[in-house]
């Protein structure tokens, strides 16, 4: 079935250091790739996305990478901040109905 | 962000109990979602609704029996639970049921079976 591989399952990096969060998916014809945060007691929230046919989105301090050969994506979060820690999440839209698949999640701690 | 709101936030309940979650989105959405969200798991979809028709039903125990009246409501209904179905169920929102849009997630409801 399909299925996305996540890693790492945690990071923990300094105030002010970068972070990268990779994903691989199984579906070669998927064509859509969220990211989602999720903090602690929170909802998780859609915090970027990119579509096939686009093979980098940045939105401040937070871009997303896409490599359809290999299929995998990644989130990169530059200048890293004590709010960023969170769960972040991986999603990619296959061929299913209206069905998301989505990864383990990485647990990300940013220490002052 | 207050688009789509679960009711309780927290419900603690016995195996024989019964008892209702409720979703509504105030998004203008037309397909609605039930996830599981256990430890150390990725998101479980269970449900799947299209303007009020369920178009996908995740192979979920009948104990769980949703409901969807309306696109703005989504109930799931839960009678003779299991211990393993203490999780967080959140309910989710789309302009439509597929799977290259996204989701609206709200802050779930963390459910307890004891």
């Known amino acids: 079935g399909e299925n996305v591989e996540q890693h790492p399952s945690t990071l923990s990096v300094q105030e002010g250091d970068s972070a990268v969060i990779k994903c691989t998916y199984s579906?070669?014809?998927?064509?859509?790739f969220p990211w989602y945060k999720q903090e602690l007691g929170k909802r998780p929230q859609l915090i970027i996305d990119?579509?096939?046919?686009?093979g980098e989105k940045k939105d401040q301090r937070i871009a997303v990478t896409l490599n359809k050969t290999a299929k995998h994506f990644s989130l990169h979060i530059t200048e890293t901040q004590p709010e960023d820690s969170a769960v972040y999440f991986c999603a990619f839209g296959g061929t299913s109905y209206g069905k998301l698949t989505f990864g383990q999640g990485t647990i990300l701690t940013v220490h002052p | 962000e207050t688009g789509v709101t679960q009711t309780p936030r927290h419900l603690v309940m016995g195996m024989t109990n019964k008892k209702s979650l409720k979703c509504e989105q105030h998004l203008g959405h037309n397909a609605m979602y039930w996830y599981k969200q256990s430890a150390k798991k990725p998101l479980e979809l269970m449900f799947v609704y299209n303007f009020k028709e369920q178009t996908e039903n995740n192979s979920v125990p009948s104990r769980f029996s949703p409901e969807c009246p309306n696109s703005s409501h989504l109930f799931l209904h839960l009678h003779t639970l299991q211990p393993e179905d203490s999780a967080l169920y959140l309910c989710?929102?789309?302009?439509?049921?597929?799977?290259?849009?996204?989701?609206?997630f709200g802050d779930g409801t963390r459910l307890s079976i004891l």
């Open positions: 989710a929102s789309s302009q439509e049921p597929r799977d290259d849009q996204p989701q609206h």
């Open positions: 990119i579509r096939s046919n686009v």
């Open positions: 579906d070669s014809a998927s064509n859509y």
